[in-house]
């Protein structure tokens, strides 16, 4: 009976385990943005070395939707609350140097690209920067950015294609370097999608 009762435990683990991969699995495509190139996409490019895990999967910066009055949390902004992608949310590169930056003009139209592994359901997507005078030498936090977005872009719960673009103006007065947040939330669930760019005014 006691063995009996330890086996049907242990395939209950196993069906949990297997119903909890499946699920993950089912959203396991996801996106990042490659326009200005994010964190993630310098990582899986080769541009940074040893980035971890997030080298794999640059599309996988999943985490609770509603920032920034919820969402991922002050310091965990860029790895969208992913302990095991912390290497994003540091100041510095794994290597200790400055995160490469992108060049871009204030108050001049930008085009953002996106690439997507799975499309899901999109409510839209927001860009966040950082305010002039940030703090550069601790992990991200809401005190960093203006927390208004500079542009949001609705996409009434429609499926994205498979690489988006959109273009909207960056706000001028900045100069030096910035840090946008991307954010892309997930319609039909509980997430976001984020994404750090490091860029030069
Ligand atoms: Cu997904």
Redesign the pocket.
């Known amino acids: 009976m006691r063995t009996r009762t330890k086996i049907y435990a242990a395939a209950l683990g196993m069906a949990t385990t297997g119903a909890l991969v499946l699920s993950s699995g089912g959203?396991?495509?996801?996106?990042y943005t490659d326009l200005p190139v994010s964190r993630q996409k310098l990582c899986q490019n080769g541009s940074v070395s040893n980035c971890g895990s997030i080298q794999w999967e640059p599309?996988s910066v999943?985490g609770p939707k509603g920032f920034p009055g919820g969402g991922a949390a002050d310091g965990q902004i860029c790895s969208g609350n992913n302990t095991r992608f912390a290497q994003l949310d540091s100041p510095k590169t794994p290597g200790g140097g400055a995160w490469p930056t992108t060049r871009v003009s204030g108050g001049q139209s930008y085009t953002f690209r996106w690439q997507f592994?799975?499309r899901?359901a999109t409510t839209d997507f927001k860009y966040y920067v950082t305010k002039q005078g940030w703090n550069q030498n601790h992990n991200l936090a809401r005190s960093d950015l203006n927390l208004t977005p500079f542009l949001t872009v609705p996409y009434n719960n429609q499926q994205p294609p498979a690489t988006l673009s959109h273009s909207g103006a960056l706000p001028s007065g900045l100069s030096g370097h910035h840090v946008i947040v991307a954010v892309w939330t997930?319609a039909d669930t509980a997430n976001a999608?984020y994404a750090c760019s490091d860029v030069t005014f």
């Open positions: 959203a396991s495509g996801h996106g599309q999943e592994t799975a899901h997930i999608f």
